[in-house]
């Protein structure tokens, strides 16, 4: 199903970046053509391109992170994509100084997987090669290699994050074999000679590659769980303000969201779901109460201007089952959440106080949404959904 809310309501954080990518093209196209015999009506049909290829470009980077196809979704961002590209160019420029064949356009896909999905990797890599050899006026042979270079890297960017030895061997080798042979192979087409510089050069570049490969994906992958794990805190902390609109709103919606966050982290944890989203869904999941009706609308809305993850959101969208039943475990521990919590604050104090009270009251607010069909299509199997009730059960009190 769509979307309900469409990213037509742009914030000022991401329309910055949205900005600063459009200037980066431009900036990046003049820095390729300095020193070059480009006229100026050759530049402006040049920066014409640029603008046209940069406005696609935004149009499926937004369609795709609606979409939650981009790699690390849970934090994707427009910030993160800008960071991204950014090095990327600065790769192309600095690799327009070195000699025919041999720019490191391998590290293009390199730079861009943990930001963007293959689809908008390999669109924005071909284009920039394509960029590349129009402002240097490359050879149709050079042009060729680097867009394979482009395509084998961003190919192989998921098997950069295998754990295997074997794998992660094998990728150092490829990486090494790719960026040694394709540019010898095609500079030997083109002259029908090879000397020794070209074979050092080539033995540089996958050497290179290789180290890359080996120093820099790591680095890359604990910074994207490092910005993962501080994106859901952010969005939680008192300070935030988005918390305390709530608790101006009412402090009873304020402790409601945090006793439902509390429990749907640690019930996700008992599963090995995603707690730190569980949590921050958990806070959130009746945001819409504050804008009234229509709650998930306004919810979404209220969501997207602050720039929440793609599967917080999904989360909300799924807000008691009224749109469409959970479609995650974390959605179905925090509707499961929810609605037990919900149900024990309408009960007194004194009702609660017996923990064998509490017991009955768990048991049977789960089982009658489990009976109802409501988790079918979240992929919770029956044992998860035995171990999270009894995981409420243990708890010494749900208020």
Same mark, same amino acid.
């Given at each position: *199903?769509?979307?309900?809310?469409?990213?037509?309501?742009?914030?000022?954080?991401?329309?910055? #970046?949205?900005?600063?990518?459009?200037?980066?093209?431009?900036?990046?196209?003049?820095?390729?053509? &300095?020193?070059?015999?480009?006229?100026?009506?050759?530049?402006?049909?040049?920066?014409?391109?640029? /603008?046209?290829?940069?406005?696609?470009?935004?149009? %499926?980077?937004?369609?795709?992170?609606?979409?939650?196809?981009? +790699?690390?979704?849970?934090?994707?961002?427009?910030?993160?994509?800008?960071?991204?590209?950014?090095? %990327?160019? %600065?790769?192309?420029?600095?690799?327009?100084?070195? +000699?025919?064949?041999?720019? +490191?356009?391998?590290? /293009?896909?390199? &730079?861009?997987?943990?930001?963007?999905?293959?689809?908008?990797?390999?669109?924005?890599?071909?284009?920039?090669?394509?960029?590349?050899?129009?402002?240097?006026?490359?050879?149709?042979?050079?042009?060729?290699?680097?867009?394979?270079?482009?395509?084998?890297?961003?190919?192989?960017?998921?098997?950069?994050?295998?754990?295997?030895?074997?794998?992660?061997?094998?990728?150092?080798? &490829?990486?090494? @074999?790719?960026?040694?042979?394709?540019?010898?192979?095609? #500079?030997?087409? $083109? =002259? =029908?000679?090879?000397?020794?510089?070209? @074979?050092?050069?080539?033995?540089?570049?996958?050497? %290179?590659?290789?180290?890359?490969?080996?120093?820099?994906?790591?680095?890359?992958?604990?910074? !994207?769980?490092?910005?993962?794990?501080? $994106?859901?805190?952010?969005?939680?902390?008192?300070? #935030?303000?988005?918390? *305390?609109?709530?608790?101006?709103?009412?402090?009873?919606? #304020?402790?409601?969201?945090?006793?439902?966050?509390?429990?749907?982290?640690?019930?996700?944890?008992?599963?090995?779901?995603?707690?730190?989203?569980?949590?921050?869904?958990?806070?959130?999941?009746?945001?819409?109460?504050?804008?009234?009706?229509?709650?998930?609308?306004?919810?979404?809305?209220?969501?997207? !201007? =602050?720039?929440?993850?793609?599967?917080?959101?999904?989360?909300?969208?799924?807000?008691?089952?009224?749109?469409?039943?959970?479609?995650?475990?974390?959605?179905?521990?925090?509707?499961?959440?929810?609605?037990?919590?919900?149900?024990?604050?309408?009960?007194?104090?004194?009702?609660?106080? $017996?923990?064998? !009270?509490?017991?009955?009251? /768990?048991?049977?607010?789960?089982?009658?949404?489990?009976?109802?069909?409501?988790?079918?299509?979240?992929?919770? $199997?029956?044992?998860?959904?035995?171990?999270?009730?009894?995981?409420?059960?243990?708890?010494?009190?749900?208020?």
């Amino acid at each position: *199903m769509e979307k309900t809310v469409e990213e037509n309501n742009i914030s000022s954080k991401r329309l910055t #970046y949205c900005l600063g990518m459009g200037l980066l093209f431009l900036a990046g196209q003049v820095l390729l053509c &300095l020193g070059q015999e480009i006229l100026l009506d050759q530049l402006l049909c040049l920066v014409t391109l640029d /603008i046209s290829f940069f406005l696609i470009f935004m149009l %499926a980077l937004m369609k795709h992170r609606l979409l939650g196809e981009l +790699p690390q979704k849970q934090s994707a961002s427009y910030q993160k994509v800008f960071l991204s590209v950014l090095p %990327a160019w %600065a790769v192309l420029l600095a690799g327009s100084f070195c +000699p025919h064949f041999f720019t +490191p356009v391998l590290l /293009i896909g390199i &730079l861009l997987f943990p930001a963007m999905d293959d689809v908008l990797a390999l669109g924005l890599g071909l284009y920039m090669v394509l960029l590349l050899g129009i402002t240097q006026s490359l050879s149709l042979y050079e042009i060729v290699c680097y867009s394979l270079l482009v395509i084998c890297g961003i190919l192989l960017t998921p098997y950069l994050q295998g754990r295997e030895k074997t794998s992660f061997f094998g990728i150092h080798l &490829l990486y090494f @074999v790719l960026g040694f042979l394709l540019p010898i192979v095609f #500079y030997y087409l $083109s =002259h =029908h000679t090879l000397g020794i510089r070209q @074979v050092l050069w080539g033995l540089g570049d996958g050497i %290179a590659y290789a180290f890359v490969v080996l120093a820099l994906v790591p680095w890359l992958l604990q910074k !994207n769980q490092t910005e993962l794990e501080g $994106s859901y805190r952010l969005f939680l902390e008192d300070t #935030y303000p988005l918390v *305390m609109d709530i608790r101006r709103f009412s402090m009873a919606e #304020y402790n409601h969201g945090r006793r439902v966050s509390r429990l749907a982290g640690i019930c996700a944890g008992e599963i090995g779901a995603d707690a730190p989203c569980a949590m921050m869904a958990g806070f959130y999941y009746r945001l819409g109460k504050m804008e009234g009706e229509p709650e998930i609308d306004n919810a979404l809305r209220l969501a997207n !201007n =602050h720039c929440f993850p793609t599967d917080v959101m999904a989360v909300m969208e799924e807000y008691g089952g009224i749109l469409r039943l959970p479609q995650t475990p974390e959605s179905a521990i925090v509707h499961m959440v929810d609605a037990l919590v919900t149900k024990i604050e309408l009960l007194d104090q004194d009702t609660m106080s $017996s923990t064998w !009270n509490q017991d009955m009251v /768990i048991y049977q607010t789960l089982n009658e949404l489990s009976q109802k069909g409501i988790y079918d299509e979240s992929g919770i $199997s029956i044992n998860q959904f035995l171990k999270i009730r009894e995981k409420l059960v243990r708890e010494d009190s749900l208020l």
